[in-house]
Nanobody, 126 residues
Framework: QVQLVESGGGLVQAGGSVRLSCAAS????????MAWFRQAPGKEREFVAAISQSGGNTFYADSVKGRFTVSRDNAKNTVYLEMNSLKPEDTAVYYCAAGIGLRPFGLQVSTDFGSWGQGTQVTVSS
């Protein structure tokens, strides 16, 4: 399995931007599909964005489409989540996850991903 460490969270005003990073250990990062999930207090973990091993395919939840961008740099073993036009409802702990593949239709399922980071808090104030 791969070890994942997220960073970049914090407090931001509504309308602002934040970029999250997820650094992976090991030399097999490029063999993993990567995803971002989030969990708000009292809510279930939900899918946010995903990217294929090569970076050629990306998927987004409808709630973040057009505002968030997922990308990866396989040379740096890192996946990113650029979040723009943030809303208070984006407040959550954000987790990155690694899996062996992605479902062909947008919504990804958390049980498909075997490695998870510890999460990073993003708080959007109104």
């Amino acid at each position: 399995q791969v070890q994942l460490v997220e960073s970049g969270g914090g407090l931001v005003q509504a309308g602002g931007s934040v970029r999250l990073s997820c650094a992976a250990s090991g030399r097999t990062f490029s063999s993993y599909a990567m995803a971002w999930f989030r969990q708000a207090p009292g809510k279930e973990r939900e899918f946010v964005a995903a990217i294929s091993q090569s970076g050629g395919n990306t998927f987004y939840a409808d709630s973040v489409k057009g505002r968030f961008t997922v990308s990866r740099d396989n040379a740096k073993n890192t996946v990113y989540l650029e979040m723009n036009s943030l809303k208070p409802e984006d407040t959550a702990v954000y987790y990155c996850a690694a899996g062996i593949g992605l479902r062909p239709f947008g919504l990804q399922v958390s049980t498909d991903f075997g490695s998870w980071g510890q999460g990073t808090q993003v708080t959007v104030s109104s």
